[in-house]
Each structure stands twice: as structure tokens, then as C-alpha cells.
T-cell receptor, first 112, second 110 residues
Framework: DGGITQSPKYLFRKEGQNVTLSCEQN?????MYWYRQDPGQGLRLIYY???????QKGDIAEGYSVSREKKESFPLTVTSAQKNPTAFYLC???????????FGQGTRLTVV | AQSVTQLDSHVSVSEGTPVLLRCNYS??????LFWYVQHPNKGLQLLLK??????LVKGINGFEAEFKKSETSFHLTKPSAHMSDAAEYFC????????FGQGTELSVKP
């Protein structure tokens, strides 16, 4: 089955710990994205990548880091510098930066 | 710069009545526009897309949207709401990256 897989679905971490969210796609898409969703705030772009080994900051990149070493994978690390990391995180991919995106099922991160 | 505004944060309809979710956009060139739906705690699913072909676009689950350049609008409609349509809907415009509206929550009353 083609698609985007995010794992895990739920993640709990202690405050001060870094945590990495996984995103894998087998759609042969060049572009990949990470969004954060909070109640009543829609989707906010954290990072995006147009091609392997390249990525750009989105609107709320502080406290996050990414890598794009493989076309299929775009992991997101939530660092201890992120002041309010508890949120629903969505990964997406598209053929190019201006085509429709396909979304994973999300990871709900709770920091306690 | 590109932007998108969803004019209603919440819409409530009765089952069997029409649905109208409003979206206005701003773009310095001919944009691509999309509507997505999100059910609680799920990812987003593409409902339909406009990419400069026909201005009336049909999507999944009976939804359609009309691109009106003169009004810079891309409103989403459905003739008859179903309980399963209750969800959050996002209008999206392309502009170097995907630009999302703030979302419209659709409630459907029995």
C-alpha cells in the first residue's frame, strides 16, 4: 500500500527530553512537510523539504530540527528548547512543493 | 504574497440540508486551491482540487467547489449534509508552499 506512515501514534515524554517523530513515505514524492496542530489554531508549518538533503524553516521552527537524508524519510526532533511541545504533529508529502499533499495519521505528543 | 481566509470558524447545519463553507484567497498569480477534511484525531484527507482546468470542481463524498476569480473565492458546497460530514475543513492555496486557512468546524444536527 502506498502512503505516509507516522509513528508512533501516541508518544509520552518527560520535560527536558528530546524526542524524534518518524515519517516515512513510499509515494516517491520529492517534497515533505511537518505541521503542528493545536486546538483552534489550524495547521502551522514547522519545516519543509523540497528535495533530499535540503530543508527550510517554516513559521514555527524554533525548538525543532529535521533531517532529509533519504527521499522516503523526514524525521522531526522535538528538542528540550521547544517551550510547549505538547501537540498533534502531522507529516505530509507531495510530488512538488506546489501540488496537493498527502498526510499521515499524525502523532500526538504529550510532555509531562 | 498568497493567503487564504476561511470566513466561518464554525458552521452548523441539519442533516439533509445544504452545506456552504466559505473560502477567500489572495494570490499574485493563478493559484492551485484545495479543500481538505479532518476527522477528530486523524490526518487530513484531500476532498478536491482546482488547478486551472474547469472552474467547478467535483470531489469525494458529494462535495464540490467553484473557483471564482472575480470574487477570489473557492467555496465548498454539498447539496445534502450527512452526519458523517461532521469534521474540520481546511481551504489551502499554493504559494511556494501550501498555505492553510484556519479551518471551519462543521457540525451536523440530526
Amino acid at each position: 500500500d502506498g502512503g505516509i506512515t507516522q509513528s508512533p501514534k501516541y508518544l509520552f515524554r518527560k520535560e527536558g527530553q528530546n524526542v524524534t517523530l518518524s515519517c516515512e513515505q513510499n509515494l516517491n514524492h520529492d517534497a515533505m512537510y511537518w505541521y503542528r496542530q493545536d486546538p483552534g489554531q489550524g495547521l502551522r508549518l514547522i519545516y519543509y523539504s523540497q528535495i533530499v538533503n535540503d530543508f527550510q524553516k517554516g513559521d514555527i521552527a524554533e525548538g525543532y530540527s529535521v533531517s532529509r537524508e533519504k527521499k522516503e524519510s523526514f524525521p522531526l526532533t522535538v528538542t528540550s528548547a521547544q517551550k510547549n511541545p505538547t501537540a498533534f504533529y502531522l507529516c505530509a508529502s507531495s510530488y512538488t512543493i506546489n501540488t496537493e499533499a498527502f498526510f499521515g495519521q499524525g502523532t500526538r505528543l504529550t510532555v509531562v | 504574497a498568497q493567503s487564504v481566509t476561511q470566513l466561518d470558524s464554525h458552521v452548523s447545519v441539519s442533516e439533509g440540508t445544504p452545506v456552504l463553507l466559505r473560502c477567500n484567497y489572495s494570490s499574485s498569480y493563478s493559484p492551485s486551491l484545495f479543500w481538505y477534511v479532518q476527522h477528530p484525531n486523524k490526518g487530513l484527507q484531500l476532498l478536491l482540487k482546482y488547478t486551472s482546468a474547469a472552474t467547478l470542481v467535483k470531489g469525494i463524498n458529494g462535495f464540490e467547489a467553484e473557483f471564482k476569480k472575480s470574487e477570489t473565492s473557492f467555496h465548498l458546497t454539498k447539496p445534502s449534509a450527512h452526519m458523517s460530514d461532521a469534521a474540520e475543513y481546511f481551504c489551502v492555496v499554493t504559494g511556494g508552499k501550501l498555505i492553510f486557512g484556519q479551518g471551519t468546524e462543521l457540525s451536523v444536527k440530526p
